[in-house]
């Protein structure tokens, strides 16, 4: 079940810089780690920033996770056409001991 | 490298069981830094963790509050394995199921298997 609320869409020009936001709760995101994924149509999703803002080797450092309360956001930096993919955020719940998913954000590049 | 490799049937009839398998190379479903986990995926429910297996001197399962009555999830340390098992299935479980391990070095879901799409449909 989708717990987390991101914007369903985002988009902007190659090399501009695009952030998505995920809002949660004290049980979530305010009291644990964010993730966040990359998935590209018809593949997995692809870890990209663990612990709230840490890059897995090989994402490029175009890719940043901040966490502030109960929100967190990725920024993309001088966007791509590799970047079109849809883009969830994950925590782990307190209260409902389950990961919960954000609703997922479609990224454009125009 | 770590890879999952999934399989199972890609449909399944209404009150039936759901079964998939989950087998592992580059680690081992006894590892005391892994919990390996099945995720679901569909248009209506989103991303759905549903549950998971690990080993800390003995094994120990959780399981999503949605599924808890109907899900099993069983390791297989003689293949390096893991499989689901969801009973009494609806269309509503129609998904595309990913076995995934969580990793307690990068506090993440870091590998994913390749996703099976399972059907639920007389």
């Known amino acids: 079940q989708s717990v987390l609320t991101q914007p369903p869409s985002a988009s902007g020009t190659p090399g501009q810089r695009v952030t998505i936001s995920c809002s949660g709760s004290?049980?979530?995101?305010?009291?644990?780690?964010v993730f966040w994924y990359q998935q590209l149509p018809g593949t997995a999703p692809k870890l990209l920033i663990y612990?709230?803002?840490q890059r897995p080797s090989g994402v490029p450092d175009r890719f940043s996770g901040s966490k502030s309360g109960t929100s967190a956001s990725l920024a993309i930096s001088g966007l791509r056409s590799e970047d079109e993919a849809d883009y969830y955020c994950?925590?782990?719940?307190?209260?409902?001991?389950?990961?919960?998913f954000g609703t997922g954000t479609k990224v454009t590049v125009l | 490298q770590v890879h999952l490799q999934q399989s199972g049937p890609g449909l399944v009839k209404p009150s039936q069981t759901l079964s998939l398998t989950c087998a592992i190379s580059?680690?081992?479903?006894?590892?005391?830094?892994?919990?390996w986990n099945w995720i679901r995926q569909s248009p209506s429910r989103g991303l759905e963790w549903l549950g998971r297996?690990?080993?800390?001197?003995?094994?120990?399962?959780n399981y999503a509050v949605s599924v808890k009555s109907r899900i099993n999830i069983n390791p297989d340390t003689s293949k390096n394995q893991f499989s689901l098992q969801l009973t009494s299935v609806t269309p509503e479980d129609t998904a595309v199921y990913y076995c995934?391990?969580?990793?307690?070095?990068?506090?993440?879901?870091?590998?994913w298997g390749q996703g099976t799409l399972v059907t639920v449909s007389s």
């Open positions: 995934v391990r969580y990793s307690y070095g990068s506090d993440a879901f870091d590998h």
């Open positions: 580059g680690d081992s479903v006894s590892s005391s830094s892994a919990a």
């Open positions: 297996t690990y080993y800390r001197s003995k094994w120990y399962n």
């Open positions: 004290s049980s979530n995101i305010g009291n644990n780690y």
């Open positions: 612990r709230s803002n």
């Open positions: 994950t925590a782990w719940d307190d209260s409902l001991s389950d990961y919960v």
